[in-house]
């Protein structure tokens, strides 16, 4: 049996799921195709910035930073549990941008578009600063200004639950095999990576947001050709124990022009990255090469008093940067605007996303939208998703901090770092599942650091998790924090879950 739907949209990352959510909202009928988890590569692969991109305007991306920097404030006020601000520190020295270039690179930051929230940039002399204690005595001087954090895989999660809320189907290791043209209609065909089986769905227009991928698919079971193509690059990052106190991060300027931040990390580590190389090979097979990590170390060690080794390494991680190819010669040149590419001539209508950035998801999904109503002749609802707040994010107009010290005072149980993890995770969602525990044990099986077993459920049965890498990295990074054996014991769990094995040995019912 087909399925019908208004729209089809081909690939589980940010921009496929921003868009499934506002399709979804204006009241289409939508389904989401990802061949493995919600935000699997790129989308979990970035620096976790929701930023203007202070760097662009050095290419004179105005357009695009004016809009990312609306977008900062946007999302920071819809997903304030998941989003927050961070103050970066920009040092002078031998091989930086020019003194007067950086302020009239801040101007611009701090008036291209309004500020609600974050406070404009300033200069700053070290010492009274507590860079001071992390920076070589070298350097003096330097600016700070604030953008934004984000949980980035969270943030596709959210969005796909909240388009699920509007009605749309999330297909997860799910396959587009092949589709075709039928009777003005995309007709596609589905394989389900875990079980094999297949299914037919239809729909009117079809929309590729495979990210990498995108002309895989148009080459692939779509058998299409564009003159748009996609520019990888290459980007990684490393994970090191915390080197400094603090909750502010770095962002680094390198001999080559390029810049490195380090970024305090799930509160023991330290991010570094990123890298910009152009990339050729298969996006799904990346890791970080020896030279990107001796790169990234030497660009801290130009700066900070305590070195960083490749030893020093606990975790890294590489992603492709899906760029629209604008033929620039430096891949740290590419644009990281979008453009979307829709045809319909002699077929039904077809929008492929290329490019784009992590910040401005929601409004490339307004655009698409926009694109697309004269196609679908849907009803021209007024753009919702600005103001709509992501599932979690309504913390009843308190601030995070008061809404997460009201979480831990209603389940004093919970030890204050956990209320606090679990506040920034779900924000008022938490309370679906903590409802009525009157301890840790109500909660059912400890896999450890807190993770239980109704946290555990709660993420499959409404966050689309199917495996423990799904959870350990993609929707915590819980994986940083737990001995190895806590993941062999939450995967028997999914698996005995998966089977409806209740008398499984890892497993018990949850009490209350």
């Given at each position: 049996?087909?399925?019908?739907?208004?729209?089809?949209?081909?690939?589980?990352?940010?921009?496929?799921?921003?868009?499934?959510?506002?399709?979804?909202?204006?009241?289409?009928?939508?389904?989401?195709?990802?061949?493995?988890?919600?935000?699997?590569?790129?989308?979990?692969?970035?620096?976790?910035?929701?930023?203007?991109?202070?760097?662009?305007?050095?290419?004179?991306?105005?357009?695009?930073?004016?809009?990312?920097?609306?977008?900062?404030?946007?999302?920071?006020?819809?997903?304030?549990?998941?989003?927050?601000?961070?103050?970066?520190?920009?040092?002078?020295?031998?091989?930086?941008?020019?003194?007067?270039?950086?302020?009239?690179?801040?101007?611009?930051?701090?008036?291209?578009?309004?500020?609600?929230?974050?406070?404009?940039?300033?200069?700053?002399?070290?010492?009274?600063?507590?860079?001071?204690?992390?920076?070589?005595?070298?350097?003096?001087?330097?600016?700070?200004?604030?953008?934004?954090?984000?949980?980035?895989?969270?943030?596709?999660?959210?969005?796909?639950?909240?388009?699920?809320?509007?009605?749309?189907?999330?297909?997860?290791?799910?396959?587009?095999?092949?589709?075709?043209?039928?009777?003005?209609?995309?007709?596609?065909?589905?394989?389900?990576?875990?079980?094999?089986?297949?299914?037919?769905?239809?729909?009117?227009?079809?929309?590729?947001?495979?990210?990498?991928?995108?002309?895989?698919?148009?080459?692939?079971?779509?058998?299409?050709?564009?003159?748009?193509?996609?520019?990888?690059?290459?980007?990684?990052?490393?994970?090191?124990?915390?080197?400094?106190?603090?909750?502010?991060?770095?962002?680094?300027?390198?001999?080559?022009?390029?810049?490195?931040?380090?970024?305090?990390?799930?509160?023991?580590?330290?991010?570094?990255?990123?890298?910009?190389?152009?990339?050729?090979?298969?996006?799904?097979?990346?890791?970080?090469?020896?030279?990107?990590?001796?790169?990234?170390?030497?660009?801290?060690?130009?700066?900070?008093?305590?070195?960083?080794?490749?030893?020093?390494?606990?975790?890294?991680?590489?992603?492709?940067?899906?760029?629209?190819?604008?033929?620039?010669?430096?891949?740290?040149?590419?644009?990281?605007?979008?453009?979307?590419?829709?045809?319909?001539?002699?077929?039904?209508?077809?929008?492929?996303?290329?490019?784009?950035?992590?910040?401005?998801?929601?409004?490339?999904?307004?655009?698409?939208?926009?694109?697309?109503?004269?196609?679908?002749?849907?009803?021209?609802?007024?753009?919702?998703?600005?103001?709509?707040?992501?599932?979690?994010?309504?913390?009843?107009?308190?601030?995070?901090?008061?809404?997460?010290?009201?979480?831990?005072?209603?389940?004093?149980?919970?030890?204050?770092?956990?209320?606090?993890?679990?506040a920034r995770a779900y924000g008022s969602r938490?309370?679906?599942?903590?409802?009525?525990?009157?301890?840790l044990g109500d909660l059912g099986v400890d896999?450890?650091?807190?993770?239980?077993?109704?946290?555990?459920?709660?993420?499959?049965?409404?966050?689309?998790?199917?495996?423990?890498?799904?959870?350990?990295?993609?929707?915590?990074?819980?994986?940083?924090?737990?001995?190895?054996?806590?993941?062999?014991?939450?995967?028997?769990?999914?698996?005995?879950?998966?089977?409806?094995?209740?008398?499984?040995?890892?497993?018990?019912?949850?009490?209350?």
């Amino acid at each position: 049996m087909t399925q019908d739907f208004d729209i089809l949209v081909v690939g589980g990352g940010i921009n496929g799921a921003g868009i499934a959510r506002d399709a979804a909202g204006r009241g289409l009928s939508v389904a989401l195709v990802e061949q493995d988890d919600l935000a699997s590569h790129t989308s979990s692969a970035s620096t976790k910035l929701i930023h203007g991109g202070l760097r662009y305007l050095e290419y004179y991306e105005f357009r695009l930073v004016r809009e990312a920097l609306m977008e900062r404030e946007r999302l920071l006020a819809i997903a304030p549990h998941i989003i927050w601000p961070l103050e970066f520190v920009l040092p002078e020295g031998p091989g930086s941008r020019s003194r007067w270039k950086i302020r009239a690179g801040l101007w611009l930051y701090d008036h291209l578009a309004p500020r609600q929230t974050l406070p404009a940039s300033k200069p700053l002399r070290f010492g009274p600063h507590p860079a001071a204690e992390v920076l070589q005595s070298s350097y003096r001087h330097g600016f700070s200004y604030s953008d934004c954090w984000v949980e980035d895989s969270r943030l596709v999660v959210l969005n796909a639950m909240d388009a699920a809320a509007h009605g749309a189907q999330i297909l997860t290791r799910t396959r587009l095999e092949k589709a075709s043209a039928e009777g003005g209609r995309w007709r596609a065909q589905l394989r389900h990576r875990g079980d094999g089986h297949g299914s037919e769905i239809s729909a009117r227009v079809l929309v590729n947001a495979a990210g990498p991928w995108v002309g895989d698919v148009l080459h692939g079971p779509l058998g299409l050709q564009t003159d748009k193509t996609v520019r990888k690059v290459k980007g990684s990052h490393i994970i090191v124990p915390r080197l400094y106190e603090g909750e502010f991060a770095f962002i680094l300027q390198n001999p080559d022009k390029r810049i490195v931040f380090a970024i305090p990390y799930e509160h023991r580590f330290t991010l570094i990255g990123t890298t910009d190389i152009p990339y050729e090979g298969d996006p799904a097979s990346l890791t970080i090469s020896a030279e990107e990590t001796q790169y990234l170390c030497d660009s801290v060690n130009r700066y900070f008093r305590r070195a960083v080794h490749p030893e020093d390494v606990v975790r890294s991680y590489a992603g492709v940067r899906p760029l629209y190819d604008d033929h620039a010669a430096n891949a740290s040149a590419v644009t990281r605007d979008y453009v979307l590419d829709l045809q319909d001539d002699g077929h039904p209508p077809l929008l492929s996303v290329f490019g784009g950035k992590i910040t401005t998801y929601r409004r490339l999904a307004e655009h698409a939208l926009s694109l697309l109503q004269p196609v679908l002749q849907f009803a021209d609802r007024a753009p919702w998703t600005a103001s709509r707040a992501l599932p979690g994010g309504d913390l009843g107009g308190r601030t995070f901090a008061d809404f997460a010290h009201d979480l831990g005072q209603r389940y004093p149980f919970l030890a204050p770092e956990l209320a606090w993890r679990l506040a920034r995770a779900y924000g008022s969602r938490a309370e679906l599942w903590l409802r009525g525990a009157q301890s840790l044990g109500d909660l059912g099986v400890d896999f450890g650091g807190g993770l239980t077993q109704a946290e555990v459920d709660y993420l499959c049965d409404q966050e689309f998790a199917q495996e423990a890498e799904d959870i350990l990295w993609r929707r915590s990074k819980l994986a940083l924090h737990l001995p190895e054996e806590s993941g062999v014991r939450l995967a028997q769990y999914l698996r005995a879950r998966k089977e409806g094995k209740e008398n499984h040995p890892t497993t018990r019912q949850r009490r209350g």
